[in-house]
């Protein structure tokens, strides 16, 4: 009697602004073998999605075969896995809706499945990382967009169009900055990098007679302002009080909605630690429902970034039905 194979690998693609990580990965989660290669250098989508392809090829051919391989998880920013296509994203050089799924999968010739980053970021979580057992918690990653991501009852809230969790872009400050979606006041405007950065300048501006090691940097960066609290500058010091105020507030205000066991915080800027911690968990505590307030913990992502990233990503690949024209 035939018996047919069962495949046990995936990929798993972690596309961020910067740079696109892929993964082999088998089906206890072992990282069989990683590449990556700078997303920045692909302005044009058509060209990126057949570099990406034939890099996937290559590594699978290395690491196995292609034809052990049975589907195609990616963690993209504004990524919506219930049309498989990166739509309107503020942040990325492709602007519009792409089908990013469906062109990949074309070329690869197998299943491919597009999610939220910060969607997957939280299944890479929930199964590797600090919400392990969890079943109700938030993540927030604040990098160069700020990405939210609600587990609710044992798995990502996705909402009917695809875009539940996009609380990086609620209003927080009543006609306050310009965020790159072209709303106002937006969280994302305040908290993630362009916000920090602009934060800091602002306070410089404010305070003239107060020098401020930040003044040195000619592009400062939310690690620059770190470095510069690390060295107590107050300014510094100050710009992450201001941040991990509104941030706090927004955790308290999300909290309040969907009764968390914890909010993780992740990406870059997270890497200020206590400098942008305390504060907003102190903001938390203050604006926090009374009847939840000590019981939701905010803890920061033990997982090393990358890894968790495109782990999560190929555990949305085992999500997607199994498809190959190599059948």
């Given at each position: 009697?035939?018996?047919?194979?069962?495949?046990?690998?995936?990929?798993?693609?972690?596309?961020?602004?910067?740079?696109?990580t892929?993964?082999?990965?088998?089906?206890?989660?072992?990282?069989?073998?990683r590449?990556?290669?700078?997303?920045?250098?692909?302005?044009?989508?058509?060209?990126y999605?057949?570099?990406?392809?034939e890099?996937?090829?290559?590594?699978?051919?290395?690491?196995?075969?292609?034809?052990e391989i049975?589907?195609?998880?990616?963690?993209?920013?504004?990524?919506?896995?219930?049309?498989?296509c990166?739509?309107?994203?503020?942040?990325?050089?492709?602007k519009?809706?792409i089908?990013?799924?469906?062109?990949l999968?074309?070329?690869?010739?197998i299943a491919?499945a597009?999610?939220?980053?910060?969607h997957?970021?939280?299944?890479?979580?929930?199964?590797?990382g600090?919400?392990?057992?969890?079943?109700?918690?938030?993540?927030m990653?604040?990098?160069?967009?700020?990405?939210?991501?609600?587990?609710?009852?044992?798995?990502?809230?996705?909402?009917s169009h695809?875009?539940?969790?996009?609380?990086?872009?609620?209003?927080?400050?009543?006609?306050?900055?310009?965020?790159?979606?072209?709303?106002?006041?937006?969280l994302?405007?305040?908290?993630a990098?362009?916000?920090?950065?602009?934060?800091?300048?602002?306070l410089?501006?404010?305070?003239?007679?107060?020098?401020?090691?930040?003044?040195?940097?000619?592009?400062?960066?939310?690690?620059?302002?770190t470095?510069?609290?690390?060295k107590?500058?107050?300014?510094?010091?100050?710009?992450y009080?201001r941040?991990?105020e509104?941030?706090?507030?927004?955790?308290?205000?999300?909290?309040?909605?969907?009764?968390?066991?914890?909010?993780?915080?992740?990406?870059?800027i997270?890497?200020a630690?206590?400098?942008?911690?305390?504060?907003?968990?102190?903001?938390?505590?203050?604006?926090?429902?009374?009847?939840?307030?000590?019981?939701?913990?905010?803890?920061?992502?033990?997982?090393?970034?990358?890894?968790?990233?495109?782990?999560g990503?190929s555990?949305?690949?085992?999500?997607?039905?199994?498809?190959?024209?190599?059948?």
């Amino acid at each position: 009697m035939d018996t047919e194979k069962i495949k046990d690998r995936v990929v798993g693609v972690d596309i961020s602004l910067n740079q696109t990580t892929i993964a082999v990965v088998d089906i206890r989660g072992n990282i069989i073998a990683r590449t990556s290669f700078r997303t920045e250098e692909y302005p044009n989508v058509s060209n990126y999605i057949a570099t990406l392809a034939e890099r996937i090829v290559q590594l699978a051919e290395d690491n196995g075969g292609f034809l052990e391989i049975r589907s195609v998880g990616i963690s993209s920013p504004s990524g919506n896995f219930k049309t498989g296509c990166m739509e309107n994203s503020p942040n990325m050089p492709w602007k519009g809706v792409i089908p990013f799924a469906a062109m990949l999968r074309d070329r690869l010739g197998i299943a491919v499945a597009l999610g939220n980053d910060s969607h997957v970021m939280a299944l890479g979580e929930h199964v590797y990382g600090s919400a392990h057992g969890m079943r109700d918690f938030i993540l927030m990653t604040l990098g160069h967009g700020f990405g939210n991501a609600v587990f609710s009852r044992g798995k990502v809230l996705i909402g009917s169009h695809g875009f539940a969790g996009e609380y990086g872009h609620s209003c927080v400050v009543k006609d306050g900055r310009l965020c790159n979606c072209g709303l106002h006041g937006c969280l994302e405007a305040y908290c993630a990098e362009r916000g920090v950065v602009a934060t800091a300048r602002e306070l410089m501006a404010e305070n003239p007679q107060e020098s401020s090691l930040m003044s040195i940097y000619d592009k400062l960066t939310p690690k620059d302002i770190t470095e510069c609290c690390n060295k107590g500058d107050r300014l510094a010091i100050e710009t992450y009080r201001r941040t991990g105020e509104v941030l706090g507030m927004a955790m308290a205000n999300i909290a309040a909605i969907f009764d968390p066991q914890a909010i993780i915080v992740t990406g870059g800027i997270a890497k200020a630690g206590k400098w942008l911690l305390e504060p907003a968990k102190e903001s938390f505590d203050r604006h926090v429902f009374r009847n939840i307030k000590g019981k939701v913990r905010i803890l920061p992502s033990t997982l090393d970034s990358r890894e968790r990233d495109v782990l999560g990503a190929s555990a949305l690949a085992w999500e997607v039905e199994e498809y190959s024209l190599f059948k």
